[in-house]
């Protein structure tokens, strides 16, 4: 056998190879992707959720602390704000701060002994926490996702076909109040 | 995840259907022999046979129906959000933690006792049960670890492995327990004819299939319950780091065992499927323990300092157990982020609760569960109706007001739950919490209110600061207060006041 | 559960945290064992529980709401004169007005000077004391 034929199914071998490698390595990140998205869209269901407690919370305790009309104000136009959030950072930095406020509004709450007897406010305050956790949670499943993802991305010899296909790293979710002591802060 | 103790798991759930079946074959045959081999040339196979079909059909058993058996014989009921929001919220919490594919089903077991175990053979597929008694004594951040301890076992696959041995373990003492009868019924018989037959050969299948047929449920009990103990480790491990509050389930276990209650429906074969092994008969470190030591277990989980991860857990464990032997394989530890122990959730946990009154609470959890409408009369005396009750009203025997009754399953609209919902969320609350020293807007004469058909609805006496929930029911135009006599007058159209016991 | 004596269906009362099922047609009370001496505990009246004997009773057996077993009748008081029916792993039953008196019986030794016996005056609250006026 010449030499040439050698080269010839040599090369024609690492185009195979090398083909192959693209197809998975690009199926692999366009699956992560799709997990990432998913990720996002639990924490846009809790954020909802969250929206959509705060007025049935504000109705139910108005009654007891009339006098709280700031509070009640913050909560309101902080989740007027967070309603109205478009962009990843602007979620970020409205949803902090509703999640801060939230804390605060619940710990002046704390001052009304007769709500603790209001089985609407204990149902709701039992939702609110529970959501809370559900977004801290969907957060950390989230930043997972983007880890790998990133890593894939950023990496050797999978950075190739990345660049390739235009594939960007994501952004981490991150929700950062002094307030939000309730909330758990992981980091990798 | 711990990949490769999921392997593993699957690979001993294999093996473990295939010793079975070989040892139930050849007991089978040794029974077969014994019982007709001097009549029968071909006993010996009739009996492997029938045998083999027994290892079949407990095989199919505990493939396909196995949860619904065991469910039903532990008194489990099916809850869903309304029935019981909390613990339905805390299961949702970790199935988002853990990514798990599908919500598992939630059940109350109908027991005083505070335990909890799970049953199902994959994640998309699980069930998980928690007693009256538990939801009593703990506190959200409690039952939150006991949730993901549960939760642990299914996505660690111990479930799998779990119910195909309980389900064996079920037929070997079936078969071993007939097998004992008829040789006492063989042994009468055995004299007489014992002269005519081979003699020797009779024997020694005599003393082999005896010896089998005692060492048979040993056998099984060992392999099943040693089994058991590491895994509660490794579920420890898991609910610390999808709650990233280890202490939370630390002090779960810590009243579950401290619990004087005993598990009603506990049966020595579910016995490893709960959390804390419910019969209490274990000696500490025996062999035939079907859960480590609850002290160890509650030490390594207050010994983990510096975060809720595995590598914590890893050295929290090695410190306190000093077993060199690894817990969780190198394999599943790679890639495992560092995760930071949160701070504890508002919602205090349901501390200094008498035996009594903890048992009333299970007690209201059990009939909120099963469908009882809850009826608070304005003079304090709280009514409890049994689905079975056929009036749509009730008259309070104390003071004789007349109550209309609130289905549960009917839903308040506008508000977020339902009133049974409502009901266990103030399970808590006593009378005395209402608070006398309110400072409202004080207004001398009529209050006047606007009614707001068709929706719950919270107003506040203006004289004395009493609070009222209005259910959507309400029909009355006014309203005499039950603190200090004053009327409040509403503007459009029953009787239905749902009053917060003050 | 139904009631032992008319077969209605009973309903759970509780009032400051004594919980007793009711029956609202025959106004009879079952308590669940242990709740008796309970109730009494917290009045410092056990020694009545110890006063309990069986009896053969003239009134009809009736079954216990729970196992649907025959009940013991037995006699409670000083002087005997409660007939009760007794299902040794369920509770007792207590017919309209039995339930005061046994209570009555089981403080009467212990009324110190000055102190309301607030068992009786609760139970006086939840019940009518001879049911005239109910419905
Ligand atoms: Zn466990
Ligand atoms: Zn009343
Ligand atoms: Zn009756
Ligand atoms: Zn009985």
């Given amino acids: 056998m010449a030499a040439g034929t050698v080269v010839i199914i040599v090369l024609a071998g690492i185009i195979v190879f090398g083909l192959l490698y693209v197809v998975a390595t690009y199926n692999s990140l366009v699956g992560l992707r799709n997990q990432l998205k998913n990720a996002w869209s639990q924490i846009e269901v809790q954020l909802k959720r969250r929206h959509d407690l705060i007025p049935n919370l504000v109705e139910t305790t108005r009654g007891y602390a009339a006098h709280e009309r700031q509070t009640f104000d913050a909560v309101t136009s902080a989740r007027a704000r967070a309603a109205g959030a478009k962009s990843m950072s602007e979620i970020s930095s409205a949803e902090s701060e509703l999640t801060g406020v939230l804390s605060r509004f619940m710990a002046v709450m704390e001052n009304y002994p007769e709500l603790k007897a209001n089985q609407n406010f204990l149902a709701l305050q039992e939702e609110l926490t529970s959501t809370e956790n559900k977004i801290a949670f969907a957060r950390q499943a989230y930043n997972d996702q983007v880890l790998f993802l990133n890593n894939k991305i950023q990496m050797f010899p999978s950075n190739v076909v990345a660049g390739m296909f235009n594939f960007r790293p994501a952004e981490y979710f991150e929700l950062e109040d002094k307030a939000q002591a309730a909330v758990p802060k992981v980091s990798f | 995840m711990f990949w490769s103790i999921i392997a593993a798991n699957k690979r001993k759930t294999v093996l473990l259907i295939a010793a079975m079946g070989l040892f139930l074959v050849l007991l089978g045959a040794a029974i077969g022999v014994f019982v007709a081999g001097d009549y029968h040339p071909y006993a010996g196979f009739a009996g492997a046979g029938i045998a083999a079909l027994v290892w079949a059909v407990m095989l199919l058993a505990s493939l396909y129906a196995s949860d619904s058996v065991l469910l039903s014989i532990s008194n489990a009921h099916q809850v869903d959000r309304d029935t019981y929001p909390q613990l339905y919220n805390l299961v949702e919490e970790m199935v988002i933690a853990g990514s798990l594919p599908a919500m598992p089903k939630v059940y109350v077991v109908d027991d005083p006792a505070p335990n909890a175990f799970a049953m199902g053979k994959s994640p998309k597929d699980s069930h998980i049960c928690v007693t009256a008694g538990l939801l009593a004594v703990c506190g959200r951040d409690e039952l939150q670890g006991v949730v993901a301890h549960e939760l642990g076992h299914i996505m660690n696959r111990d479930l799998l492995y779990m119910t195909v041995a309980a389900t064996m373990l079920g037929s070997m003492l079936l078969i071993s327990d007939v097998f004992l009868r008829s040789f006492r019924y063989s042994t009468m018989r055995y004299t007489s004819r014992s002269r005519r037959s081979s003699g020797k050969g009779a024997v020694v299948i005599l003393i082999v299939s005896l010896v089998l047929a005692i060492l048979a449920p040993i056998l099984a009990r060992i392999l099943y319950f040693s089994i058991s103990r590491k895994r509660e480790y490794l579920a420890d491990a898991t609910s610390a780091r999808l709650t990233r509050y280890p202490e939370g389930l630390a002090s779960a276990l810590e009243k579950i065992g401290g619990s004087t209650e005993k598990l009603v429906a506990a049966r020595s074969v579910t016995a490893p499927f709960y959390i804390v092994n419910p019969t209490k008969q274990s000696l500490h470190d025996s062999v035939f323990a079907t859960h480590p030591p609850l002290s160890a277990r509650i030490k390594v989980l207050r010994s983990m300092a510096g975060g809720a991860g595995y590598l914590d857990y890893m050295k929290a464990y090695i410190q306190v157990t000093r077993k060199r032997q690894a817990l969780i394989p190198a394999a599943d530890l790679k890639g495992a982020g560092k995760v930071e122990i949160r701070a504890a959730n508002a919602a205090g946990p349901a501390a200094g609760l008498t035996a009594a009154e903890s048992r009333r609470r299970a007690g209201d959890i059990m009939r909120a569960v099963n469908k009882f409408a809850f009826v608070t009369c304005q003079c304090g005396l709280e009514i409890k109706l049994p689905p079975e009750y056929a009036g749509d009203t009730v008259s309070c025997p104390r003071c004789k007001r007349v109550h209309s009754v609130i289905r549960p399953g009917a839903k308040a609209t506008g508000a977020v739950l339902s009133a049974s919902a409502a009901m266990n969320a103030s399970a808590a609350v006593r009378p005395e919490s209402v608070a006398q020293d309110y400072s409202g807007p004080g207004h001398a004469g009529v209050q006047q209110e606007k009614l707001n058909p068709g929706k719950w609805q919270t107003i506040t006496c203006h004289a004395c600061g009493r609070p009222y929930e209005i259910s959507p029911s309400f029909g009355s135009r006014k309203l005499v207060c039950s603190g200090c006599g004053s009327l409040i007058l509403f503007s459009p159209a029953s009787e239905a006041v749902h009053h917060k016991r003050g | ?135």
Avoid at chain 3, 60 to 75: D, E, Q
């Fill in chain 3, 1 to 135: 559960m139904k009631c032992p004596q008319c077969s209605d269906i009973l309903i759970t009362l509780e009032f400051d945290r004594i919980e007793i099922d009711y029956c609202p047609r025959c106004e009879g009370v079952w308590l669940d064992s242990g709740e008796l001496a309970l109730l009494l505990a917290r009045e410092g009246g056990s020694a009545l529980v110890g006063t309990f004997r069986p009896v053969s009773g003239k009134e009809r057996k009736r079954t216990c709401p729970i196992c649907s077993r025959a009940m013991k009748k037995i006699l409670a008081g000083g002087n005997g004169s409660i007939l009760l029916d007794e299902c040794p792993d369920h509770g007792l039953w207590f017919d309209r007005g039995e339930l005061k008196k046994t209570l009555a019986a089981g403080c009467s030794g212990i009324r110190e000077e000055g102190r309301e016996d607030s068992l009786t005056r609760l139970l006086d609250e939840i019940f009518v004391p001879c049911g005239e006026e109910s419905r």
